[in-house]
């Protein structure tokens, strides 16, 4: 009777599976070959069962095995598919009411862990735009965006949520005069326009000492 195989129809690089004979009956042996030219992939062993299959490259690669006995033989052949793992290229961190495009090589659908905090729109395509929803409290919160192809590898990345920075300090200065604001977190600060402030340090910081030059 020919032999029946088990296998998936499809793994992502780098990625293996188990291979194996159904019900192989006791004294049979297996040799496990290569079907197709290329090899884009390898065994485990040729003579085990189950044995792991280990892509090494994209494509379709055809498995065959022959069962045998000191009476006879038989063959069975069954195909898998190796696809390519996807990479995800972008910024990992977004701010509340803010947005960020990341890009893939191949279309496939996008999804968010917590479409509350970060959502994704289009969920089809090459690309997608993760918009900041809405913050975890007072802190930073991850979300994990998860990109899948049409054969089924899927691979994850991490968005940090930042919640916008509350400032506080005196709103208003004589000029020559100077004040220090605080915010939540580290900030970039810049003056809104130079000729009326100076900032007194570097950012990133904290705080910021803000001198009065000009009245506006």
């Known amino acids: 009777a020919t032999p029946v195989l088990s296998a998936p129809t499809s793994i992502c690089l780098p990625g293996s599976t188990p291979v194996s004979v159904i019900g192989l009956p006791s004294g049979m042996s297996v040799l496990w070959y290569f079907g197709s030219i290329p090899h884009i992939g390898t065994f485990s062993c ?4 189950p ?3 280990t892509g090494t490259a994209t494509g379709v690669q055809d498995i065959g095995v022959l069962v045998y006995n000191a009476c006879g033989s038989a063959t069975a052949h069954t ?3 190796v696809n390519v793992l996807p990479a995800i290229t972008g910024p990992h961190e977004v701010c509340v009411g803010q947005n960020i495009t990341l890009s893939e090589s191949v279309s ?6 917590n479409s509350l905090i970060a959502s994704v729109s289009p969920t089809t395509g090459t690309s997608t735009v993760v918009h900041g929803v809405a913050p975890g409290g007072t802190s930073p919160v991850v979300v994990t965006i998860t990109f899948t192809t049409s054969g089924g590898c899927s691979t994850s990345w991490l968005v940090t949520v930042n919640p916008l920075p509350t400032v506080t300090g005196t709103l208003s200065l004589c000029q020559y005069s100077s004040v ?9 600060w810049s003056p809104y326009g130079g000729y009326f402030a100076l900032l007194a340090w570097a950012s990133p910081s904290p705080t910021v000492g803000v001198s009065g030059m000009n009245p506006g």
Request: with cysteine; net charge neutral.
């Open 51 to 53: 044995m792991t299959f």
């Open 79 to 81: 195909t898998v598919s």
């Open 46 to 49: 040729s003579s085990c069962n």
């Open 180 to 188: 220090v604001l605080n915010a939540s977190a580290s900030c970039n």
């Open 108 to 113: 496939g659908t996008w999804s968010s862990s």
